[in-house]
C-alpha cells in the first residue's frame, strides 16, 4: 500500500528535481519516491555525510563521490554478470577450453544486454 508523503525543499532543489525528472522521462513523484527509497537504504553515515557536503555546497567532493560509486557500481555490476555466467556452466569444464577472455567477454556482453545496449 502506498503512502503519501509531503515535503518542503527549496526552488533550486524544485528545479533540480524537475529537471532530473524531464531527463529521465519520470514523474516528479516517481523520481521523489526513487530518491527517498535510495536514501533511507543507505547507511545513517552515509546519509549524515552527504547531507553534510550538500550544505557545504561542495560540488566538486560531490561529483568525485559520484564518480567513485559509479565506478564501484560497474565493477559490482561485472562481478555479478561474471558469477551469473559461471553459475551457467557454460564455460569449462572437460569439453571447452575457455579462457578468462572468454569469460570477460561474456560478461560484459550479459551487462551490456542488461543495460540495454548493444
Do not use: C, H, W, Y
Amino acid at each position: 500500500m502506498a503512502s503519501t508523503i509531503s515535503a518542503n525543499v527549496d526552488n533550486g532543489t524544485a528545479m533540480k528535481l524537475k529537471v532530473v525528472a524531464s531527463l529521465e522521462n519520470r514523474s516528479v513523484s516517481n523520481a521523489v519516491s526513487s530518491a527517498i527509497t535510495v536514501f533511507v537504504g543507505l547507511p545513517k553515515g552515509v546519509r549524515d555525510f552527504l547531507l553534510e557536503l550538500n550544505a557545504q555546497n561542495d560540488e566538486e567532493t560531490i561529483n568525485k563521490l559520484g564518480r567513485e560509486m559509479m565506478a564501484a557500481a560497474a565493477r559490482v555490476r561485472f562481478e555479478k554478470a561474471t558469477a551469473d555466467i559461471a553459475s551457467e556452466q557454460r564455460f569449462g569444464g572437460p569439453a571447452a577450453q575457455s579462457s578468462e577472455i572468454d569469460l570477460m567477454e561474456e560478461a560484459t556482453a550479459l551487462t551490456r544486454s542488461a543495460l540495454g545496449r548493444s
